[in-house]
């Protein structure tokens, strides 16, 4: 596998986003309703770029200065660094070695349409108590159809399933299980709404009776030690 997945709060974190023209004010809309600091470098802006720095004046900053490999190495190699840079240029091959010099200097770099980028982000929901997210690698236009389709997925099949699910973890009933035997419960039971498709009554019933079979056989106290070396 070669990408971990990561949610990441971008909440005042500083953000570089290389380029002047319409992707470039799709990325920074997108994060700045993350709440993150945005810094535009480009020697001229899109009017959708313009509209943004009057809606979201303290937190977009439109730099209008050429992003040079020169300034790249200054800032990725300055002791304050940009949380990520994103390249949006027309010009593949700056993009390409602006990223190449934020990863000689530990700074994260996006490069929008190209699968091979150190990073790849996409459009997460929230759908409570979810965040989703799902990427091709490339093609951000599938990525977002591929999003909404999950998107209406979960809301109309899972989610009530899901949410009784947390809701039982934070009910008083569990409260008086230890992390271990939480662990092996939940575990379980996760395992057995998969199963019955998000029939969450009869994933619990299943759940129930394979945990009360573990303590009729004493063979809960093997599983319990065997998850609390696991913890340890």
Known sequence: MQYRSFFINLNNKSCYVIGGGKQAAQISKSLLEDQALVTVWNEDFSNELINLSKEYPRQL?????????EVA????SARVKPFIVITALS??????????????????????????????????????PLELAVIAKGYPELSRNLQKKLDKIIENEWLPAIRSYVAYAESEETSQMDEAEKRIFFRRLASELIKSNGDFEQALSEAKVYYNNLQEKDDLLLELADERSLMD
């Not at 190495?73 to 990725?76: F, G, W």
């Not at 593949?92 to 990073?119: D, H, K, T």
Request: proline letters at 4%; aromatic letters at 8%.
């Open 61 to 69: 900053n439109l730099l209008q200065a050429e992003f040079t490999l």
């Open 73 to 76: 190495e200054h800032y990725c």
């Open 91 to 128: 010009d593949p091959e700056a993009n390409q070695a602006i990223c190449e010099i934020c990863q000689n200097n530990n700074v994260l770099s996006y490069y929008p349409g190209n699968s091979s980028s150190e990073v790849l982000i996409t459009e997460n929901s929230s759908i409570e």
